[in-house]
């Protein structure tokens, strides 16, 4: 079922989290670090037992990150984002943009220019310039995007089985917006995350508790997350979620996300409908 599961006795500290709310997360992670969390694994057997044996609550909310797992991913953020750094003299490679994929883009262009220590009287400006010229070219590249082969129908088939549909992305505003109407898809979620609604992009858990909280739904166990980059799988088990969701559709191979917490892998977002009939 996957590396928390195989490495961290997942199955009870999911168990220990699903009682949680968001709430109780926040408040912990305030107070502990995540080697703390990985710690508490370590209660005795009789209390592992007592909480595995608390009632699951069933999946209300589920949380779409939007480039390679709802929209075709092409490589046109890791381009966009190349020439822009590169063409105001910040020297970054493919790899290592290729790392931060599924973060905040306005977080990885901060991160890059403050990286490479680039001497400017006014870096705030050149963090501006960067960005709007990554935005310019990204907007453009996807003036006609594609979703994803079965995308569209998941989402509908998740609807009317009565879960709660949202997104969260590291695109901002403007262009998630433009994106959705471009795909007739304004009205399909109960909420739109982008980077620019939270302080910290993934794998901060902050985008999926914003989606919970417009949700109004409480619990991390009543809520999955999937994406297709290492950083929404962080992102997702730093929340506590009760699922987290791999697909291969888009900037990661299986064999990287494997590498990463999660509970399952997909080929993409059309098996998802399935997958939450069957295991949740």
Not at 37 to 60: C, E, G, N, W, Y
Not at 159 to 185: C, N
Not at 195 to 203: A, K, L, Q
Not at 251 to 265: D, F, G, N, S, V
Request: proline residues 4%; hydrophobic residues 45%; charged residues 25%.
């Amino acid at each position: 079922m996957g590396w928390v599961r195989d490495n961290f006795e997942h199955t009870w500290l999911h168990a220990r989290l699903s009682v949680w709310t968001k709430k109780d997360f926040q408040m912990f992670s305030r107070r502990y670090s995540l080697k703390a969390l990985a710690a508490a694994a370590l209660v005795p057997t009789a209390a592992r037992s007592a909480v595995s044996d608390a009632k699951i609550k069933p999946i209300r909310l589920v949380v779409l990150d939007v480039g390679g797992t709802l929209i075709e991913d092409h490589g046109e953020v890791p381009e966009a984002m190349h020439n822009a750094l590169t063409k105001r003299g910040v020297d970054v490679g493919f790899a290592e943009i290729g790392e931060w994929r599924g973060a905040s883009k306005r977080g990885m262009v901060r991160h890059f220019v403050e990286l490479r220590k680039i001497a400017q009287p006014n870096r705030e400006a050149l963090i501006a310039a960067i960005y709007d010229d990554f935005s310019r070219q990204v907007n453009a590249a996807y003036a006609d995007v594609r979703a994803i082969a079965g995308a569209q129908d998941c989402i509908r088939s998740l609807r009317a089985a009565g879960f709660l549909v949202a997104t969260s992305t590291g695109f901002d505003r403007p262009l998630t917006d433009k994106v959705f109407a471009h795909l007739g898809w304004r009205d399909y979620f109960v909420a739109t995350v982008t980077g620019d609604d939270v302080v910290d992009g993934r794998p901060s858990p902050f985008m999926l508790f914003h989606a919970m909280e417009a949700a109004h739904v409480d619990a991390v166990a009543e809520v999955v997350a999937v994406g297709d980059t290492p950083l929404d799988l962080q992102a997702g088990a730093n929340a506590g979620l009760r699922g987290v969701i791999g697909v291969t559709s888009g900037a990661a191979t299986e064999e990287r996300l494997r590498k990463e917490p999660y509970t399952h892998i997909l080929p993409s977002v059309a098996e998802l409908p399935d997958l939450l009939r069957a295991k949740f």
